[in-house]
């Protein structure tokens, strides 16, 4: 079966780059989940668009930006980056949004490291 | 500072509600509630921001006080399904991109 597929799944910046994680979720999903997990810690909620709008905003920092686009995969640009912007970065997708019990599906994550 | 979650555990059986509670000592910017199954990785709920604002639908909400510095998570007529374990995730600033989590209510729900 079709998985959360997210691109690339390495990447090596420099302080002060951009970097663009790309997210295509699951066939017939409409709702895609970003979370940043650092190293030891617990994953993060970033951002959630349903149906290619912005429906939730967690703790994303504001050199972060994200959007859904019309064949409803997802991109999470980040600028500026910092060291501690080093991170596994989750992407997730489900059938619905709104309702809690709706299957959240993860992808493999995107490992991004900061140097 | 880590937010206190009560209660640390919960069983309940099929049909039963139960409520789980999130406290700071800070004031809060948001709080986000997660789900974790075993084995899996956690699943964002909701997020609730300043203002007192509630969230929800028929099955689970949650409310957010502002003054008190707690939110509360609602689950009605809970199902095998719920099981699993909650954390709270409380933020403080807006702009600083981290929250940081409660130690978790184990809810454990019975036929």
């Known amino acids: 079966a079709a998985g959360v597929i997210q691109s690339p799944r390495h990447l090596i910046k420099e302080k002060r780059e951009t970097a663009t994680l790309k997210c295509y979720p699951i066939p017939r999903h409409d709702t895609v989940y970003w979370y940043q997990q650092g190293p030891g810690q617990d994953p993060q909620f970033l951002i959630s668009?349903?149906?290619?709008?912005?429906?939730d905003k967690g703790s994303i920092p504001d050199r972060f930006s994200a959007q859904q686009f019309s064949d409803y995969h997802s991109e999470l640009n980040m600028s500026s980056l910092e060291l501690g912007d080093s991170a596994l970065y989750f992407c997730?997708?489900?059938?619905?949004?709104?309702?809690?019990?709706?299957?959240?599906?993860f992808g493999p994550g995107t490992r991004l490291t900061v140097t | 500072q880590q937010p206190v979650q009560s209660p640390q555990a919960v069983i309940l059986r099929e049909g039963e509600d139960a409520v789980i509670n999130c406290s700071s000592s800070k004031a809060l910017y948001s709080v986000h509630w997660y789900r974790q199954k075993h084995g899996e990785a956690p699943v964002f709920l909701m997020i609730?921001?300043?203002?007192?604002e509630q969230k929800g639908h028929e099955k689970i909400s949650a409310s957010f006080n502002e003054k008190k510095q707690q939110s509360s998570l609602y689950l009605t007529a809970s199902q095998l399904s719920y099981s699993g374990t909650y954390f709270c995730?409380?933020?403080?600033?807006?702009?600083?991109?981290?929250?940081?989590f409660g130690d978790g209510t184990t809810l454990t729900v019975k036929p």
């Open positions: 997730a997708s489900s059938a619905g949004q709104g309702l809690w019990d709706y299957e959240q599906y």
């Open positions: 609730l921001l300043k203002g007192g």
């Open positions: 995730g409380t933020e403080i600033d807006t702009n600083a991109g981290k929250s940081t």
């Open positions: 668009f349903y149906e290619k709008m912005q429906s």
